[in-house]
């Protein structure tokens, strides 16, 4: 992104899934630039996948409520509170919730409008694309070099985009810019009292 002109002095917005790699490049490359939101969605199957199914539904619930809270602040003391719930059910599952908590909350931290939160809270906007992508891609029964997988899946997002739709909320997006600027600022005078 970054050879291709993408700026990475300025604040950004990443919302990813669990990918430790992933978000080491992000934080290598963008630095104290970098705003990071995990994937709720994500969050929510990798913390089923270590319960019985018997505590799904309670689960789905807790998060629930927990990701639909506009204060961060309690949305993270209703997390820490099914963290609590879970280690006398399952310490994996328990485990996997805590990893990465905060940036589970990192669009309401923000003060992101709810409509355009819950689009931001999830990769599901790039997973609809890739899905598309993915679709075009099967019809090939013999891939003959790098070339033309290249080809095909480019021709593959090419279709997906011309499905595509505003993101739900996108008149609240100069809102979002303003978070960023605030909290990229709060970052780096925090950074600066701490030289001093």
């Not at 291709?4 to 917005?13: A, M, S």
């Not at 319960?51 to 409520?65: G, M, V």
């Not at 506009?70 to 963290?83: C, E, G, I, M, Q």
């Not at 990893?99 to 931001?120: I, Q």
């Amino acid at each position: 992104l970054r050879e291709r002109g993408v700026k990475t002095d300025e604040p950004t917005l990443f919302v990813l899934d669990g990918a430790k790699a992933l978000h080491a490049a992000v934080l290598r490359v963008w630095g104290k630039f970098a705003v990071i939101q995990r994937c709720q969605v994500h969050k929510r199957r990798n913390v089923a996948a270590h319960l019985p199914e018997k505590h799904h539904d309670e689960l789905h619930a807790r998060l629930h409520t927990a990701y639909q809270e506009k204060n961060a602040t309690h949305a993270r003391t209703l997390l820490l509170a099914t963290v609590k719930w879970l280690r006398t059910i399952s310490p994996a599952a328990a485990a996997s919730l805590e990893e990465g908590l905060d940036e589970t909350l990192t669009v309401a931290r923000l003060g992101v409008p709810e409509l355009l939160r819950k689009t931001l809270a999830t990769t599901n906007p790039i997973e609809s694309a890739f899905s598309v992508a993915e679709s075009v891609t099967r019809r090939v029964k013999r891939w003959r070099d790098g070339d033309m997988r290249e080809r095909w899946c480019v021709a593959g997002l090419l279709d997906a985009e011309r499905r595509f739709n505003r993101i739900k909320g996108h008149k609240h997006m100069p809102q979002l810019l303003s978070a960023l600027d605030r909290l990229t600022q709060t970052n780096s005078l925090d950074a600066t009292r701490k030289h001093a």
